[in-house]
């Protein structure tokens, strides 16, 4: 680590909120000091982990037998600084300048990448040792400066001085900064310990950026030997959270595509000499939800068919048996534990608990999915870690009062499930309270409610679901108390392989996964807390006064608005044509903001190539160093890239024009350049695009069939986001052939489909069911309207099934039928 400040935020959090401890793990933070190499210490095996920046990469071409785990910054905050009122203007005005950097820094390729490209090399510069203090600027003791967007600016303000920033990003070189990494063979060697220090260390990461104050004052007091001020860390906190979360929100992202670019880069400078396996370069195993096995367990679950599961068939929300299924919160962890080990877990259907507690003593079930010990339990079942700790309350009528011991309600009568663990256990502990036994916990309450008991005890999930869902302002909470439900799973006593697999399943549960599933369950049980018979009350009151004024206020309103509406339907009907037209254009422009965004994204790094090519044989001209080999392969990557370039504004023009030609169309030809505009958007958001596109020509308006394609695509593009995660496969099918007399074009999704009360509606104006910053609801409309007015053809919605790569899918199809009168040959 550099020196501390927001920076390493993740890291200190980490170990601040016990997340190492809590996976077994005691972590030193090592500082950096100028004698350090930061690769070298890990390879030595002084240290275990390191972060540094994307010449990680070339370092790897050197050698070095390294592996990146993740990148906490997206973008580079890296930059060269100096006063606003230096000399400096430009890159190329660096040289003879004096630099502060620090010898590890002098590696960092993002850095050199930007000054190479305008002809600048480190030799060019004055090398100063780094002070990390912005007061060499202030003095004149430097003229530059390698520092930190997020951090070192900022001071400078503070201080009262204005600065002068060059950012590689600016410069076409946007690389990943701050990359955790290891050694591949510490990797290899301990697959598990990687697993968990790289999970712990994004959920620090995850909790800094959540409680960016909280982590500020943490840092201001505890970490703090800059003095840097409170103010200043969390300006750095709200810089970095714009540099840190990829597209999908998610902190740490590496892409092999991402990777790739940085190498290309690299290469052409001729900072790489050697290959690179990307594969090899970028460890996954981390990743997945994979939990380490030893062979004899290994070879267990290749033995073991199924595992048989009993469950509680009536304590929701933690679990039931509905229609044979097993659900609520404990089925949601069993699901991926299931998924984790490869083995299915199979339901031991039962009425009662009562009963599933007996088929596990006759060892009809392999294990229970949520039970807690008990001294008579441990006589024929082991427990794994509990994986729910939920404390234990009582409930009462509404008028009773409130308590905090069960001692206060000696000689009541209190209701408790049979056989439930804290009934064996309370029983001992108050002998005096008298225990009812009840089935399950609807019985219980509904024994209060009839006053029958006194009160019923259970657990604060199950009381509090059915009390909201059923018994509002009859019941309530009137005690917590200080004993828990720790529930975990039970294993038969005979089976300690399958104790031990299952304990590192419920080890590799992220906390993310465990708080969407309570999240899940417990956000359906609040959507019904309110009590909602006085307010129909009202709203039928209500009702009959708004009757009765609409009925005498009716045929004076009815004569009213026919006449005016006379009126509006010629007027409307005059500005309709306009208005089609008007929405047109505007979709267009919707189209073309699309558009410039993946030029943009496009042809940065076709500029950065040329000048970097550009650069690259000035300098080796200057050291008569340049082959005609170098030359000749630099000229063809220019070449390469302007034609590109001249290419993606021809299509861009083409597309934004105003005539409606009638043209001669090759089907192919139009699927791919309409694939081409779109194609950045859909590899940013893993978009795999699948076409079956027929070679044949005929005569249409190209450009109108470009807009209405994008439009369908960026629709199905919009779906997919919303509806798979990143890791999912997000599949779009086109298929377009002859059929008949037509042309049909058919493009398919796998993103579920589109809700059939709202399918009859998506080609209506303005409607949208995006968020309303994000939708405006007439690319649709204006497709249809395309279609059908323009191009004298049909584009129709449906949702479909269908098969691809052995799986089975469901979405929606846009097919567009263009009738083939005008074949060309």
């Not at 909280?214 to 800059?226: R, S």
């Not at 509006?568 to 267009?588: C, F, G, M, P, T």
Request: proline share 2%; charged share 25%.
């Amino acid at each position: 680590m550099w020196l501390d400040q927001f920076q390493f935020a993740g890291f200190y959090v980490a170990v601040e909120k016990g997340f190492y401890k809590d996976i077994g793990l005691e972590v030193e933070l090592k500082k950096y000091d100028l004698s350090m190499n930061i690769i070298e210490e890990v390879l030595n095996k002084n240290a275990d982990f390191g972060t540094s920046s994307s010449s990680l990469i070339v370092d790897k071409s050197n050698g070095k037998d390294i592996v990146l785990l993740g990148s906490i910054f997206q973008s580079s905050p890296l930059i060269l600084l100096a006063l606003e009122n230096s000399n400096i203007n430009y890159v190329e005005d660096m040289k003879n300048k004096s630099l502060m950097i620090t010898q590890e820094q002098q590696k960092f390729a993002t850095f050199k990448s930007m000054l190479n490209s305008k002809g600048v090399r480190i030799d060019d510069l004055k090398v100063q040792e780094h002070s990390f203090n912005v007061d060499n600027l202030i003095n004149r003791n430097t003229d530059l400066m390698l520092a930190y967007i997020t951090n070192e600016p900022f001071i400078l303000k503070e201080k009262g001085y204005k600065s002068k920033i060059f950012a590689p990003k600016d410069y076409g070189f946007d690389f990943y900064e701050g990359i955790i990494f290891t050694s591949k063979e510490f990797a290899l060697n301990n697959p598990k310990l990687v697993k968990d220090f790289y999970s712990a260390t994004i959920r620090g990461w995850e909790y800094a950026f959540e409680n960016i104050d909280e982590v500020a004052k943490l840092i201001y007091e505890k970490y703090n030997p800059q003095n840097k001020t409170l103010k200043s860390l969390i300006y750095e906190a709200n810089e970095m959270k714009k540099l840190v979360y990829d597209k999908h929100g998610k902190i740490g992202t590496i892409t092999p595509e991402r990777i790739n670019l940085i190498i290309n880069t690299y290469r052409v400078m001729g900072l790489l000499e050697n290959h690179i396996d990307v594969d090899d370069l970028i460890y996954t195993d981390h990743l997945n939800n994979t939990i380490y096995l030893s062979n004899e367990e290994k070879l267990y679950l290749n033995k073991k068919e199924k595992i048989s599961v009993c469950v509680d068939p009536n304590w929701m929300p933690l679990e039931k048996i509905e229609n044979g299924k097993h659900i609520g919160i404990s089925a949601d962890y069993l699901k991926i534990i299931q998924e984790n080990i490869q083995i299915p877990i199979s339901l031991v259907p039962t009425k009662t608990w009562s009963e599933s507690m007996e088929k596990g003593k006759n060892k009809e079930c392999d294990i229970f999915s949520l039970l807690m010990p008990t001294p008579q339990r441990e006589t024929y079942l082991n427990f794994t870690k509990s994986y729910l700790d939920i404390p234990l309350v009582l409930a009462s009528k509404i008028d009773t009062p409130f308590i905090n011991d069960l001692s206060h309600v000696r000689n009541k009568k209190l209701a408790i499930v049979k056989d439930y663990a804290y009934a064996e256990l309370l029983k001992i502990k108050f002998p005096d309270i008298n225990f009812i036994d009840v089935q399950n916990v609807q019985e219980g309450l509904s024994l209060v409610e009839k006053e029958k008991v006194y009160g019923f005890i259970g657990s604060l999930l199950t009381v509090g679901y059915q009390i909201q869902n059923n018994y509002i302002g009859q019941l309530k909470i009137s005690a917590k108390f200080d004993e828990t439900f720790k529930l975990g799973i039970a294993v038969r006593n005979d089976d300690l392989t399958l104790l031990t697999i299952l304990n590192k399943a419920i080890s590799n549960i992220s906390e993310q996964q465990k708080q969407e599933i309570i999240n899940k369950w417990i956000s359906i049980n609040l959507q019904k807390e309110v009590n909602y018979t006085f307010l129909n009350k009202v709203l039928v009151v209500l009702l009959i006064f708004i009757v009765i004024f609409v009925l005498i206020y009716r045929e004076y309103l009815l004569k009213k608005l026919n006449k005016e509406l006379l009126e509006k339907v010629a007027i409307e009907i005059n500005k309709n044509e306009e208005k089609n037209r008007i929405l047109i254009q505007q979709s267009r422009m919707a189209s073309m903001g699309e558009m410039l965004e993946n030029i943009a994204h496009q042809w940065r790094q076709p500029l950065s190539t040329i000048s970097v090519c550009a650069s690259g044989i000035e300098i080796k001209k200057e050291l008569e160093q340049l082959s005609d080999e170098e030359f000749f392969q630099s000229i063809k990557h220019i070449k390469q890239s302007t034609t590109y370039l001249s290419n993606t504004i021809d299509d861009f023009r083409n597309f934004f024009s105003e005539e409606k030609t009638i043209n001669k169309i090759n089907l192919k030809e139009l699927i791919n350049r309409t694939l081409d505009l779109v194609s950045p958007s859909f590899n940013t958001h893993n978009i795999k695009v699948i076409k079956k596109v027929e070679d044949i020509n005929f005569l249409s308006l190209e450009n109108e069939l470009v807009q209405v394609l994008m439009n369908i695509l960026v629709n199905s593009k919009d779906a997919l986001k919303l509806s798979k995660k990143p890791d999912e496969d997000r599949i779009i099918l086109i298929n377009a052939q002859k059929q008949d007399n037509n042309i049909v074009i058919e493009v398919k999704d796998n993103a579920n489909g589109i809700d059939e009360n709202i399918i009859d509606k998506i080609f209506e104006p303005y409607f949208t069911t995006k968020h309303q910053f994000n939708g405006t609801g007439i690319g649709l409309y204006m497709s249809k309207l395309l279609v059908e007015k323009h191009l004298k053809s049909s584009l129709k919605a449906s949702n479909t099934s269908f098969e691809f790569d052995k799986n089975s899918h469901k979405g929606a199809i846009f097919t567009i039928s263009i009738p083939l009168e005008n074949e060309v040959a």
